[in-house]
């Protein structure tokens, strides 16, 4: 056995130094984590297998695995399904999936780091150091977010890539075989030179004349030789007009500011899960609890508040933090809160915002507003806590 | 080292009032004055004057409910006091909590870890929220406590001993100057408690102070200089263990024929008064009031070999810590 070295204790009646001699006096005072407390802190919560699995799965797995099928189905049989990527697929699930699923999983992450050092015990050990509680509170927020941001990051990355190199390159439906990247000039002078393809096979709402027919059958078999060929044209770049903003959609990647704006607000979501859950967590001194409710404000709360057209809601839509954040969403993107399909979900690009009360600087400040509040309870609460 | 404090040593009720602040230089490890907590109705620490001497072996015992880990958690800030002043080292509490707890390594009810995390990884997490020095201590203590050749193991499947291992290793991440430990020999094997006494005596011998509440009253006995008793709250003896024994009753064993009519002749001649006889065959046990006790036993063989009684043996037992304990808590009937 070693000894652990001994500092020469000091006589009764002399003073005990609070550090041993020659070494700088620790604030451990201060309210202010020190680097080795946030790593530590990052490493025990990187080594919850539980919650790490929980994390992946929902913001990495969940995409991945939704990509992964797209990717499949569209490789296996790419007549019937279309390509993972594009623009359109990329809002589907930036708007949609991944918010959703980066708050919950930020907040489950959350929630543990609230609590987990009361419930197993180690909150003690830690207090007895002497080291302030509200440093011990505060490290755990770089250290949490280090981790959500990262597998938010992540899952994100996965899907902007999918949307980017999983992009169709060209539309080969009903034999079209439209070629990407086309101006809207462009696009009606390669529907001109193929009039009876597109007069049969791309899609139009305007009245077709009656002596062009389009049989069922192979485009060989196409018979529209009672109308002369300028009309056909004619007809054919009325067509292209018609569609280009649907052979945009289709083809286009989603553009770099798009894909960084919403990546920060994805970001932004799983940064409010984890603050709002740690302070949850922390107030209430257990996890399972505060994630339950967490959750439901994030599927059932949310779309029922941006639903709602009930005047005396108005203030509680105007100080909850869900619609704050989805009045953050960028403008390009259609607003889904809650999951597709659960009400309010996905619209057009911009249809959401016109249904949220507050301006951009205000859903800011309520976000703040709740951070803050939410920080302040849970250290509060961590600094009055017997221990 | 037993008995070295005896002379800072007074019954409580004469403990004179605390004295200034000064205490910065004070020769306690731990002070209390007049420190009382309440859980509504019922007062867990009432009114306790609790002194440790710097550099000893504190023992502070009481029963199940005494008010013992209360005070601890006060001690460490752990919960409020409602009333009276404590100083760790000679650092007030709390107003100084960070100075004090600084040189202060403690276990606390039970020593609990992260149990998905390796013996190693926890004393990382623990040594972090220390001075920076602390992190270089992680090996040292480890190999002092036994636990190197388990500590990349997650504590998940550590057993009880080696838990309390892993707390006082934890302990000693602070190269305490002041350790408190609250039931370290609970779970450990009879080899696991010679390891832990080891371990305390070799820090109480290296100038620490170790208050060790316990239940084990054998081994407090065996490892520590001073012991305060707790009763309801309040400290109702301390000082060192051989000053307080020694005020504690004698038992005198007395192997004679005839032990009925010897006890007859004891209480005839008087002796009843300041000793109690009892038959325990083959002779009878004597319980003498505390004090130098040479005197009386002599008393004793006069009267016996007087009466015409065949004295085989007498022999003087010193009453131990446990059935002093006993005594004092009123666990035990006063045999005098």
């Known amino acids: ?387 | 080292m037993k008995g070295r404090h005896a002379a800072a040593y007074r019954r409580p009720s004469d403990v004179k009032p605390a004295p200034p602040p000064a205490a910065l230089g004070s020769e306690w490890a731990v002070e209390t004055r007049g420190l009382t907590k309440r859980f509504r109705s019922t007062t867990a620490v009432n009114d306790v004057e609790l002194l440790v001497p710097r550099g000893s072996a504190f023992g502070y015992l009481g029963p199940n409910g005494a008010g013992k880990t209360t005070l601890i958690r006060l001690l460490l800030g752990l919960t409020r006091a409602d009333a009276g002043t404590m100083s760790l080292l000679g650092y007030p509490v709390p107003r100084q909590r960070d100075l004090a707890l600084a040189r202060v390594g403690a276990i606390v009810d039970e020593p609990r870890f992260h149990r998905h995390l390796t013996g190693r990884q926890n004393l990382r997490l623990l040594s972090a929220a220390r001075e920076p020095a602390a992190l270089d201590r992680i090996g040292p203590v480890l190999d002092r406590t036994g636990m190197t050749d388990r500590a990349d193991d997650r504590v998940a499947d550590y057993s009880m001993g080696m838990r309390q291992r892993l707390g006082v290793a934890a302990c000693l991440l602070a190269d305490p100057w002041l350790l408190i430990l609250d039931e370290p020999m609970n779970g450990l094997d009879p080899a696991g408690i010679a390891g832990m006494r080891d371990i305390i005596l070799s820090l109480v011998a290296e100038g620490r102070t170790v208050v060790l509440s316990s239940h084990l009253l054998d081994e407090v006995e065996r490892t520590c200089d001073a012991v305060a008793i707790v009763e309801r709250g309040t400290i109702i003896r301390q000082g060192p263990i051989s000053e307080l024994l020694a005020g504690a009753a004698v038992t005198l064993r007395v192997e004679c024929s005839e032990p009925d009519r010897a006890r007859d002749l004891l209480a005839s001649a008087g002796l009843g008064a300041s000793a109690q006889a009892v038959p325990a065959p083959p002779g009878l046990e004597i319980t003498l009031p505390a004090g130098p006790g040479g005197e009386l036993i002599a008393e004793v063989n006069r009267i016996l070999i007087a009466g015409g009684i065949s004295v085989y043996r007498l022999q003087s037992v010193q009453a131990s810590l446990e059935s002093w304990f006993l005594h004092v808590t009123g666990r035990q009937e006063d045999p005098r």
């Not at chain 1, 949490?144 to 992009?167: E, H, N, P, Q, R």
């Not at chain 1, 529209?224 to 009325?238: I, M, N, S, W």
């Not at chain 1, 709602?308 to 989805?326: D, Q």
């Open chain 1, 1 to 387: 056995m070693t000894s652990v070295p001994v500092h020469s204790a000091p006589p009764p009646g002399q003073a005990v130094p609070a550090a041993p001699a020659g070494q700088p006096r620790d604030r451990r005072g201060s309210p202010l984590p020190t680097g080795a407390m946030i790593s530590a802190t990052l490493m025990e919560l990187r080594r919850r297998r539980g919650l790490m699995v929980a994390l992946v799965l929902m913001a990495i797995g969940l995409p991945g695995l939704f990509e992964g099928i797209r990717l499949l189905l569209h490789a296996f049989a790419p007549r019937t399904n279309p390509p993972a990527g594009g623009d359109m697929i990329f809002a589907v699930l930036v708007a949609g999936f991944l918010p959703t699923f980066a708050f919950i999983a930020a907040a489950t992450a959350g929630c543990t780091a609230g609590s987990r050092d009361l419930t197993e015990g180690v909150f003690r050990h830690l207090v007895i150091t002497g080291r302030s509680r509200l440093a011990l509170y505060l490290a755990r927020i770089p250290a949490g977010l280090a981790i959500v941001g990262t597998v938010v990051a992540i899952g994100y990355a996965l899907v902007c890539a999918v949307s980017i190199f999983a992009a169709p390159s060209f539309v080969d439906d009903s034999n079209a075989n439209v070629p990407p990247g086309l101006s809207e000039a462009g696009f009606e002078h390669w529907a001109a030179t193929r009039a009876r393809t597109v007069i049969c096979d791309l899609p139009y709402s305007g009245r077709v004349p009656p002596d062009v027919a389009c049989p069922a059958g192979p485009i060989s078999s196409l018979t529209p030789a009672q109308t002369a060929p300028p009309a056909l044209d004619a007809l054919a770049v009325r067509i292209a007009r018609q569609d280009y903003s649907g052979y945009r959609g289709i083809f286009l990647r989603p553009p770099a500011t798009l894909m960084l704006t919403a990546g920060i607000w994805i970001e932004l979501e799983a940064a409010v899960g984890f603050v709002l859950g740690l302070g949850l967590a922390s107030l209430l001194g257990q996890r399972t609890g505060p994630v339950i409710l967490l959750i439901m404000s994030q599927l059932i709360l949310d779309p029922i508040l941006i639903a709602a057209k009930i005047p005396a809601l108005e203030p509680v839509r105007r100080w909850f933090f869900g619609l704050a954040l989805a009045r953050l969403e960028p403008a390009a993107l259609p607003m889904a809160r809650g999951l597709p399909g659960v009400s309010g979900g996905i619209g057009g690009p911009g249809s959401g915002q016109s249904l949220l009360p507050e301006s951009p600087a205000l859903a800011a400040c309520v976000i703040a507003a709740w951070l803050t509040a939410w920080t302040i309870l849970g250290a509060w609460r961590m600094m009055t806590r017997d221990a």
